[in-house]
């Protein structure tokens, strides 16, 4: 019995060992396919596809009663029109965030409203009058950028395809014309391994 | 459970063949004891209402990874639905979802699953993994499609119809390239073949255990709510409810409302339809376009039933084999339906009674079915492999060991009845539009009373939820203005024939409204809705414990807005 001992006191510990999760840091970059699922590949390739676009195209022009600063544009979150639960926030900040860096174009913060309510609120009461910034000289939006983003699912066997095709468009706010649009086509396949854990 | 070959001289055959038998009978309990204590207790706190002890008996498998982790989680799901805790009740419906779709994702062949396999083969089914029929899907999306319009996000309700729908596609896809024959899973048994051949003729008229017609009603009811973009797939949703529920009321009354404000051809196609199909299409003149809010009655009653066991014990040569298959009794009785009444105005002496338009009983039934044919070759399979290690185990060690091991292969020898518990027996849904302005709403059940009062607001639609069983009820509701006015076409005439002539005042309640931002509806803004904290890292929270008073009014759930 005893020549079993070591042996199994080893399996012990190296399972004992094993039990525990493992942590590493990855490239936020790298290529994702876990599953055909919308992921982070997907969103980083949107926002560099739809903001190449949109800076190629250069359709955003400064508002005519403020000329010399860029366009003034205001963000709505992106519709999400497929069957899975997208943070379609996520693509629009990080949209948001690259044209911003751009210097080409600036934003309002449209769904910031409450609480800069609230600080026009707080600062009636608690900032001195000189530094106070009070309601009404919010400046007017140009544009007015949104979209959605739609899947086609099919299914047959082991087989998976995913069609995702998101939609942006800019549109002049004071004349509704949209002024552009562009969309992104991405199509995922996943095959259930045939042999696995 | 095979009976090995009687070599014991003083002892007659025939008589150990009857022995192994009577005594697994002796030791397995009476039907309902016989099922897992968990089970029991979920069944014992569902019958008293008290849905904090149904709950006690999922806590410890939902958390942690195992064969039944997918079933529990479910059943916690729409337990806190159940108590109106529709944010913890989404969460555990994600939460299964990412635990079935892992499932689905895994490799076709793999050691765990061979393993499980073969682990059935020699104990019984329940040692495989629960990983949710696409009936369960369905509905574990339908019902978080809920738990969202509860809690006024519009969006993600529509997400988890859209994946309902993938579901029910892919199943109706699989439907047609398959030849579906109920005759050719009936076990040669005649006792067999006589039970299940009950069930089949309970559920000859389904298509498929996937499809039901109440998913694809509020399909219809959450895309018509998107405004002019989401009437093309709202009409699709509720054609496909009328294919499957095509005596419902309420599903006539949609379809006839979406067609209306498409207006046009699509109108004239609805009235020529339900015209041919017999069903009362509405008066043939123009009424006015509605001029109150819609309100949807969405009442779950009952509880799904719990499948039962069929144990055969069948000579095969000198071997006895024992079989155990799980089974539904019937359709069961038909759930009487909800009765509203508006407490004031002209709608008051009209009733509107809710219409089934989902039966769990019956698609589980039909699961069932389409599950027989695996079934029953496991059985026989795991049949054979207990007899084959009794051999073994007389051969080796002599008749009383080859014995014992028969005895224990019986006892083993186990129907998997796994089943999704705290689900409605049935699902009805009435619709109706009430007048504008504040409206209580008188409701009935079967041996209970209620009333709502709600805000109607012209053009706002009102979800009102009830779950009610022996011993426990309670309504919910949850109201979305109009954020752009209802579109006039006096020219295309409302058919709601089973409702008060439009204008009637009606049922419908309405807080003051939010800024109009987007088309569609948009929803009211809630009172304190009786939503629980998020789930702990250490578990769900809580349910609260069911009504426990015997008086019926102390019974009588909360009542929200």
Same mark, same amino acid.
């Given at each position: 019995m005893h020549k079993l001992t070591l042996p199994l006191l080893a399996l012990a510990a190296l399972g004992l060992g094993c039990s525990g999760p493992v942590t590493s840091y990855g490239n936020a970059q790298a290529t994702e396919t876990v599953n055909a699922d919308f992921g982070s590949t997907d969103l980083q390739m949107i926002a560099d596809k739809m903001v190449a676009s949109l800076m190629a195209s250069n359709r955003l022009q400064p508002d005519p009663a403020d000329p010399?600063?860029?366009?003034? /544009?205001? /963000?709505?979150?992106?519709?999400?029109?497929?069957?899975?639960?997208?943070?379609?926030?996520?693509?629009?900040?990080?949209?948001?965030?690259?044209?911003?860096?751009?210097?080409? /174009?600036?934003?309002?913060?449209?769904?910031?409203?409450?609480?800069?309510?609230?600080?026009?609120?707080?600062?009636?009461?608690?900032?001195?009058?000189?530094?106070?910034?009070?309601?009404?000289k919010q400046i007017g939006s140009k544009y007015i950028l949104n979209g959605s983003i739609s899947s086609i699912v099919k299914q047959t066997g082991k087989v998976k395809d995913v069609y995702y095709k998101i939609t942006l468009q800019a549109t002049d706010i004071e004349s509704a014309v949209i002024v552009w649009a562009d969309d992104v086509e991405i199509r995922k396949d996943s095959v259930r391994r045939l042999f696995g854990a | 459970m095979g009976l090995a070959r009687c070599r014991w001289e003083g002892l007659p055959r025939i008589a150990l063949c009857l022995l192994v038998p009577a005594l697994g009978a002796a030791l397995a309990p009476p039907a309902r004891a016989d099922h897992p204590r968990e089970?029991?207790?979920?069944?014992?706190?569902?019958?008293?209402? @008290?849905?904090?002890?149904?709950?006690?008996?999922?806590?410890?498998?939902?958390?942690?990874?195992?064969?039944?982790?997918?079933?529990?989680?479910?059943?916690?799901? &729409?337990?806190?639905?159940?108590a109106?805790?529709?944010?913890?009740?989404?969460?555990?419906?994600?939460?299964?979802?990412?635990?079935?779709?892992?499932?689905?994702?895994r490799a076709v062949l793999s050691a765990g699953a061979t393993g499980r396999g073969a682990g059935a083969l020699l104990i019984n089914d329940r040692v495989q993994r629960y990983e949710g029929s696409g009936c369960d899907k369905v509905l574990a999306r339908t019902l978080n499609s809920l738990n969202y319009l509860m809690l006024g996000d519009l969006e993600s309700a529509r997400v988890e119809l859209r994946k309902a729908e993938e579901y029910q596609r892919l199943e109706r896809e699989r439907s047609r390239r398959e030849?579906?024959?109920?005759?050719?899973?009936?076990?040669?048994?005649?006792?067999?073949?006589?039970?299940?051949?009950?069930?089949?003729?309970?559920?000859? =008229?389904?298509? @498929? &255990?996937?499809? =039901?017609?109440?998913?694809?009603?509020?399909?219809?009811?959450?895309?018509?709510?998107?405004?002019?973009?989401?009437? =093309?797939?709202?009409?699709?949703?509720?054609?496909?409810?009328?294919e499957l529920a095509p005596q419902a009321p309420a599903v006539r009354t949609a379809y006839l409302e979406i067609a209306r404000r498409q207006g046009g051809p699509a109108w004239d196609l609805a009235q020529a339809r339900l015209g041919r199909d017999g069903a009362p299409a509405g008066p043939g003149g123009a009424p006015a376009v509605p001029v109150g809010g819609a309100l949807v009655v969405c009442y779950q009653s009952g509880l799904a039933p719990v499948p039962e066991q069929v144990k055969l014990t069948l000579p095969?040569?000198?071997?006895?084999?024992?079989?155990?298959? +799980?089974?539904? @009794?019937?359709?069961?009785?038909?759930? +009487?339906?909800?009765e509203l009444r508006a407490a004031a105005g002209r709608g008051a002496a009209d009733v509107w009674r809710t219409a089934p338009v989902l039966d769990t009983r019956a698609l589980a039934a039909k699961a069932l079915q389409e599950r027989l044919p695996g079934i029953l070759t496991r059985g026989l399979l795991g049949a054979i492999a207990k007899g084959a290690v009794q051999k073994e185990s007389e051969d080796r060690y002599g008749p009383v060991a080859g014995f014992l091991t028969g005895v224990a292969g019986y006892v083993l020898t186990s129907a998997d009845r796994r089943a999704w518990l705290s689900l409605p027996a049935e699902i009805q849904?009435?619709?109706?539009?009430?007048?504008?302005?504040?409206?209580?709403?008188?409701?009935?059940?079967?041996?209970?009373?209620?009333?709502?009062?709600?805000?109607?607001?012209?053009?706002?639609?009102?979800?009102?939820?009830?779950?009610?069983? +022996?011993?426990?009820?309670?309504?919910?509701?949850?109201?979305?203005?109009?954020?752009? &006015?209802?579109?006039?076409r006096p020219e295309l005439p409302t058919a709601t024939p089973e409702l008060p002539p439009a204008g009637a005042p009606g049922l419908v309640p309405v807080a003051p409204g939010l800024a109009p931002v987007a088309p569609g509806l948009v929803p009211v803004a809630p009172g304190p809705p009786p939503v629980a904290p998020p789930p702990a890292a250490s578990g769900p929270p809580a349910v609260p414990p069911g009504p426990t008073g015997t008086d019926p009014a102390a019974r009588t759930p909360a009542i929200l807005q």
């Open positions: 010399g600063n860029p366009p003034l /544009v205001s /963000v709505t979150r992106l519709r999400n029109e497929t069957s899975e639960h997208i943070d379609t926030k996520s693509i629009t900040d990080k949209i948001r965030t690259a044209l911003i860096k751009s210097g080409k /174009v600036r934003f309002s913060g449209l769904e910031m409203q409450g609480e800069l309510a609230d600080q026009y609120k707080l600062q009636g009461i608690m900032a001195d009058s000189a530094t106070q910034k009070a309601a009404g | 089970v029991r207790r979920a069944l014992d706190g569902l019958r008293d209402g @008290n849905l904090r002890r149904a709950e006690q008996a999922f806590l410890k498998t939902a958390g942690r990874p195992g064969a039944d982790q997918l079933l529990a989680q479910y059943e916690l799901g &729409s337990l806190r639905q159940m109106g805790q529709f944010q913890a009740s989404l969460e555990l419906f994600r939460s299964a979802d990412a635990v079935a779709r892992g499932y689905e994702g030849v579906a024959g109920p005759a050719r899973v009936r076990p040669d048994d005649p006792a067999v073949a006589a039970a299940y051949g009950r069930m089949f003729d309970s559920v000859r =008229n389904l298509r @498929n &255990s996937v499809e =039901n017609a109440f998913t694809c009603y509020l399909t219809g009811q959450v895309f018509l709510m998107r405004g002019e973009e989401g009437l =093309n797939d709202a009409m699709v949703a509720i054609q496909r409810a009328y095969v040569g000198e071997r006895l084999y024992s079989l155990a298959f +799980p089974i539904y @009794n019937g359709p069961g009785p038909a759930q +009487p339906p909800l849904v009435a619709q109706g539009e009430l007048a504008p302005g504040r409206q209580t709403v008188q409701l009935r059940g079967p041996d209970w009373t209620g009333a709502v009062d709600l805000d109607i607001a012209p053009g706002s639609r009102t979800f009102l939820l009830v779950r009610a069983f +022996p011993g426990y009820r309670r309504i919910d509701a949850r109201t979305f203005l109009a954020a752009v &006015s209802p579109p006039a």
